[in-house]
DNA sequence: TAAACGTATGAGCATTTGTTCATCTGTTAT
DNA sequence: ATAACAGATGAACAAATGCTCATACGTTTA
């Protein structure tokens, strides 16, 4: 076996291994669209606020500076990813995190930006 | 003070106090623009295969599925969000997770979507 | 019951994003 | 020197995204 053709195989070995290694494509699929959520300036916002406490659309609108559609369109997002939970009160809708997850993760990605 | 005007008083002084707490834009912005990353399927697995080891491009773009042009498009990104760094060996260029926060980031994604 | 209020949702539109194709740069081998 | 190879980059285009506007829904109050 020359040179070159250890080197390929090489290769071919190392890529091989990997791709037992690597989860299913729907699992990297899901995460994707998870951090899809937190990549957006309005909805990681959003849930910074609401990781200080519970708020309602309206004055999650007000502090956002978009509109009440806007908010909801957006809280829509979280709420489908399971990152927000809700509890109605007469007219008012307030929302809160889900879990601590989204903390974590906010609190990692912080660091990593430098905060 | 009636109520109206005392549930609205309660409203300001809540979205006043977590207008302070909040982290400059700027921050939440960067964070959004991190996040934004990790929210692309084709880049999470990109960033899931470094975290198992360094590779060469050539074999992320076979891993991938994708062309090498648009692995290298997407490594640009990388650098410049400062998640991974390289080598040149020779023609090839090895591409390697920059540092910790990337799988931590990720292993909290996957904690949340359930793996 | 009708008006008022807070929230949700669909349509439409402008912007952003990810990919491929073609081409260019840089390194090695002949 | 020049061909061959690995990777980088710009242009162009299709698809996805986030916003606003208009309107609908659900709850409360007159």
């Known amino acids: ?3 070159t053709t250890e080197f390929l195989r ?3 070995e190392q890529v091989a291994r ?12 899901d995460l994707a669209e998870l951090f899809k959520i937190f990549g957006d300036s309005t909805r990681v916002k959003l849930l910074y606020i609401l990781s200080l406490g519970e708020m309602c659309v309206y004055d999650l609108a007000q502090l956002l500076g978009v509109t009440q559609s806007a908010v909801s369109h957006q809280l829509r997002a979280l709420k489908a990813s ?5 509890r109605r009160e007469g007219k008012t809708v ?3 995190l ?3 997850h989204v903390k974590t993760i906010m609190d990692q990605g912080l660091e990593h930006v430098g905060e």
């Open 1 to 3: 076996m020359d040179e």
């Open 10 to 12: 090489a290769h071919q």
């Open 18 to 29: 990997v791709r037992e290694e690597l989860p299913e494509d729907e699992v990297l699929y």
């Open 82 to 86: 399971k990152l927000v939970r809700y």
């Open 94 to 96: 307030f929302y809160a």
């Open 98 to 100: 889900a879990d601590g």
